[in-house]
């Protein structure tokens, strides 16, 4: 597997080791940060890369630095060449991760906005070891974060606190992954990632107000999901709806689309993947590494 060997920090390329900010900066001491997590796929016959979906992620985090504040962030094109550039210098031969994150890279008090930096980064990635036969979940004992504390719209670092102990509880536990409710009792999502379901050939998944992150994966499930004829269904789901689903599965840039075969140890339908989770499967793939015709538009090229 390829090794990252440069990082973009504040617009100079680095070697990948040699990255620092000083460990009381508030980006470190308060995990004042936003990020977003995007993939760069190889096309399996011209070997070359596109980034999935570059401009809705980076829309994102510019939202996520209004909401937090920043003085004076990073523009839109400075991010983006710095995306394409961080996966030119590293020459992958497989699919990369890549991580935008933006920081406070100063002291100061936790009020403090600036100044800001910036990093781009491309990593390895492997798929998840059950993509092919999905994971084992469980309604975790922690509750997800309301909008009204620590909004999970904002792609925040901090907020993946929260996201860190349902995931060690679930390990601890015996699962692979947690599904956590609202403070209403409402299925949200999984620790790191979007949640759909299906009932009786309808696609359901939580809705914006269910205090989730407002992912650019689910909008791409949605939106193939109509291109397929499959009827959906945004709304507020129960926790029991998980036991009698015919399928369920996860979606987001780092677990791409896997499914769930199990919710607290009860088997979702026939206890192996769907036939509606494989064909979006099937349709997602095709769209990131763009073997198919269908929205040249979110493919960004690296050239």
């Not at 997800?144 to 679930?170: C, E, F, G, V, W």
């Not at 198919?292 to 690296?302: F, G, K, L, Q, S």
Request: proline residues 5%; hydrophobic residues 45%.
């Amino acid at each position: 597997m390829w090794q990252a060997h440069t990082i973009i920090h504040n617009g100079v390329a680095m070697p990948f080791n040699d990255a620092r900010i000083h460990p009381l900066a508030l980006g470190v001491a308060f995990g004042v940060a936003v990020f977003e997590g995007l993939r760069a796929y190889r096309h399996p016959v011209t070997g070359g890369f596109s980034v999935f979906r570059l401009d809705e992620h980076l829309a994102r985090l510019q939202q996520g630095m209004k909401v937090m504040r920043f003085d004076n962030p990073p523009s839109t094109e400075t991010l983006r060449a710095a995306v394409l550039e961080v996966i030119r210098l590293n020459a992958p031969d497989e699919d990369a991760y890549l991580r935008v994150q933006v920081q406070i890279e100063s002291m100061g008090m936790m009020a403090t906005t600036g100044p800001v930096g910036w990093i781009a980064a491309a990593l390895p990635r492997e798929r998840s070891k059950k993509f092919a036969s999905g994971l084992a979940a469980c309604v975790s004992s922690w509750t997800r974060i309301a909008d009204n504390a620590m909004p999970p719209r904002i792609k925040a670092s901090a907020n993946y606190h929260a996201s860190r102990l349902a995931t060690l509880q679930a390990k601890a536990d015996g699962y692979d992954s947690a599904l956590l409710l609202t403070a209403r009792g409402k299925l949200s999502e999984a620790a790191a990632a979007c949640l759909f379901l299906v009932r009786d050939g309808v696609l359901v998944t939580p809705g914006r107000t269910s205090d989730i992150l407002e992912s650019v994966t689910r909008a791409t499930v949605l939106t193939l999901a109509n291109e397929l004829g499959i009827p959906v269904e945004e709304r507020e789901v129960d926790r029991t709806e998980l036991y009698v689903a015919d399928e369920v599965f996860l979606c987001g840039t780092g677990q791409e689309l896997v499914a769930v075969t199990s919710v607290d140890r009860l088997p979702v339908g026939d206890g192996k993947p769907g036939p509606m989770t494989q064909r979006l499967q099937a349709a997602y793939e095709a769209v990131v590494r763009g073997t198919t015709d269908a929205h040249p538009e979110w493919r960004a090229i690296v050239t």
